[in-house]
């Protein structure tokens, strides 16, 4: 009985040891490992062709008349080009491997198109880069690697210096590129990639994209402050505190400017006085950039809802409850509102009276704007895969997946 | 179960991370050592009843080698000698793993708290708010900030300061704590576990965010000062890996030289009877190692 008592304890005394040390180790190799694809670009339309990142650290022209047929890639307009991963010198070698100094470069930012370029930004670690591509002539050298066609320009110019890492959009008013950057700065730059003046200091992390209006541009970071910075010389004309960070993109309509924070709030901003309007309050954070159209802002909201809001006085007109947190900005098109839950649903709403008019379900997780044109919606899901819906059947029209595309 | 192990465990640990950031200035480095010295100070109890049972396991040590070589040939009979021995001495050999195995899943729980509240990239960001209470200090904190001294905490610390400091510190934490080897083939063994771990760990230290490094030091800094105060002292940091002479039973710091009293041959004792005294030494020991209190010395 002794002799069964004591080899108990001894095999049990091993198997806890092992039970701590596989503890141990799958705690560090889940640190270890992050997850391996990542990044949510939205799509830039122009002439039949999507521009967007992928999340393999790419940006990819599609073209939807070929993707529709199942044309072979790439049909006409179409080109997929890698988006170089940014050596910067500092890696570091320990007794078992090396830690590298730069990250892969990710696509967080939706593209803009302004004439013959499609602006990128990219996310790499700590790093950014600003890049203009021929969106109708991107190639490569003879050795594989992206060569730069006339016109295309990347910012900083230096192969080797870099802004911060960029998460939100940028956007492109009367020729200038306006955009935010992990490193707390706001740049301005022209068509050739000069900067029009010097990049404004907000003093931290810049996640969303800016918003223009009447000659100025509206911006804000992570410390719970919005500015209003001048168009013309990039000078502050005014700087609102708010008592959260603002976690959404900002949306200027009327004489107000909308966005989402970390406390929960959905905010209606004048933008004359800085003085707050309304402020709505849902179970979770306005992740999403809301829209603002007809006098009623439709917000998506991480605690699973979609909200009508009533743009002059905060009243919420309707809700719709989805399955699961809406992550993606939602777009309307003609009376229908379409937004994608998390999980991979897409909703169908009556933008009237949020009455559901159909699902379609994708399978795969969903954080990337939405994008509509001409009574089709494309979603750019987790799986990496492009999706076409039609809104008015609920139909998927037609899938692309860029993960076998080299 | 992970809806379970989030609710019961991750979230309140993590949202007292986040609030107790708000209430500190907005420092997460701030908030990282205080936490960790709360969770530390909460489980003291438990930490001084493992370092006890540790050592009074070791104190047992030289008598298990005995009986190791004494019944080599007989695994049987040494099992239940060994059982015999931890009887007698009041010793429950899994004693030191309880604690342990409460410990657990705070220590993980404050892992993952560290690792989901700094938010690395925008997906952990967005991740984050599925674990968020509705706390204004919570609302007013996130995003973090991950600046602080001379570390951005969502990332590894470029210089090679915090890789030394976490393997510094781990190093001088389990010298303190394990017992020179007998021989040469234990005394390689002991000497690569006490090399490797500290190695293993600056090295994850140059890769790994340097909130979670920050909380590896502060965790193993207070760790040695525990160590410090139930263990009476630096333990064995201060004997060497190999005992000069060998002898027979491994002697720990904990049994200075005492002055020998010398006896004449009329006086000698009979080698049954020294035997017998040792014996009846080694487990009085180890059930005095075993109920001394702290700061007992």
């Keep these: ?406 | 179960m992970a809806e379970l192990w989030n609710t019961i465990i991750l979230e309140p640990v993590l949202n007292s991370l986040i609030a107790l950031c708000t209430m500190l200035g907005d420092s997460f480095g701030l908030a990282i050592i205080v936490l960790t010295v709360v969770v530390r100070l909460a489980l003291f109890p438990l930490t001084v009843r493992q370092t006890q049972s540790t050592k009074a396991m070791q104190t047992l040590q030289p008598k298990i080698q005995e009986l190791q070589k004494k019944y080599a040939k007989n695994q049987q009979k040494l099992q239940q000698e060994m059982m015999k021995l931890y009887k007698e001495a009041g010793i429950n050999p899994l004693g030191c793993l309880w604690p342990m195995l409460i410990q657990l899943p705070i220590w993980i729980a404050l892992y993952q708290s560290i690792m989901q509240a700094l938010a690395a990239t925008p997906e952990n960001l967005l991740s984050l708010s599925q674990h968020l209470y509705s706390w204004a200090a919570v609302g007013q904190a996130v995003p973090l900030n991950d600046q602080f001294l001379w570390l951005h905490l969502s990332r590894p610390d470029p210089n090679l300061i915090l890789a030394i400091l976490v393997g510094g510190t781990m190093w001088v934490q389990q010298k303190m704590v394990t017992p020179p080897a007998t021989d040469q083939r234990q005394q390689s063994m002991t000497s690569m576990t006490t090399m490797m771990m500290p190695l293993m760990f600056g090295f994850f230290t140059l890769s790994f965010p340097s909130g979670l490094a920050l909380y590896w030091v502060v965790s193993n800094i207070i760790g040695i000062i525990i160590q410090y105060f139930v263990s009476g002292g630096w333990g064995y940091l201060r004997t060497p890996s190999v005992p000069k002479a060998a002898p027979t039973q491994a002697q720990t710091p904990a049994q200075k030289p005492v002055p020998v009293h010398k006896i004449s041959p009329t006086e000698q004792p009979s080698k049954t009877v020294q035997k017998a005294t040792e014996e009846s030494k080694t487990l009085k020991k180890a059930s005095e190692e075993k109920k001394r209190g702290l700061f007992g010395r």
């Design chain 1, 1 to 406: 009985m002794v002799n069964k008592v004591t080899s108990f304890f001894k095999f049990k005394t091993k198997r806890v040891s092992l039970i701590f040390c596989f503890i141990a180790l799958s705690l560090l190799v889940s640190g270890c490992t992050g997850p391996g694809y990542q990044g949510w670009s939205g799509f830039a339309g122009h002439d039949g062709i999507l521009y967007f990142g992928t999340m393999d650290g790419r940006v990819l022209a599609i073209n939807t008349s070929a993707r529709s047929q199942g044309l072979p890639f790439p049909s006409e307009g179409e080109w997929a080009l890698s988006v170089k991963t940014p050596a910067t010198t500092g890696g570091m070698c320990g007794p078992i491997g090396c830690v590298p100094a730069a990250q892969p470069a990710t696509l967080y930012a939706t593209p803009v198109v302004a004439g013959n370029l499609v602006y990128v930004a990219t996310y790499a670690g700590d790093n950014g880069k600003v890049m203009a591509i021929n969106r109708l002539a991107p190639g490569y050298d003879k050795d594989g690697i992206p060569a730069w066609n006339e016109g295309e320009w990347f910012y900083p110019r230096k192969e080797s210096k870099f802004i911060g890492a960029v998460v939100g959009s940028p956007i492109v008013v009367e020729d200038m590129l306006y955009i935010g950057s992990s490193d707390g700065k706001l740049y301005a730059l022209d068509e050739k990639g000069n900067e029009k003046w010097a990049p404004f200091e907000t003093g931290d992390k810049i996640w969303t994209s800016p918003a223009v209006k009447d000659n100025a541009v509206y911006v804000s970071n992570y410390e719970r402050k919005l500015f209003v910075v001048s168009i013309a010389d990039g000078s502050l004309l005014r700087e609102i505190e708010v008592p959260s960070a603002i976690a959404s993109s900002l949306v200027i309509s009327g004489e107000s400017v909308y966005f989402g924070t970390f406390d929960r709030l959905l905010y209606a901003v004048d933008i004359a006085d800085g003085s707050e309007r309304w402020k709505f309050e849902g179970g979770n954070w306005f992740w999403a950039t809301p829209i603002v159209k007809d006098g009623v802002v439709y917000a998506g909201c991480l605690d699973h809802n979609i909200y009508a809001i009533d743009a002059s006085t905060g009243e919420k007109l309707w809700q719709f409850i989805a399955d699961a947190p809406i992550a993606s900005a939602p777009v309307l098109s003609d009376n229908l509102l379409v937004a994608a839950s998390k999980s991979g649903v897409i909703y169908v709403l009556e933008s009237a009276s949020g009455d559901l008019a159909r699902t379609v379900s994708i399978g795969s997780e969903v954080m990337a704007p939405l994008y509509a044109e001409e009574n089709m919606v494309y979603v750019h899901a987790r799986n990496r895969c492009v999706y076409a819906i039609d809104m008015q059947s609920g139909d998927k029209s037609w899938e692309f997946c860029y993960s076998d595309i080299k």
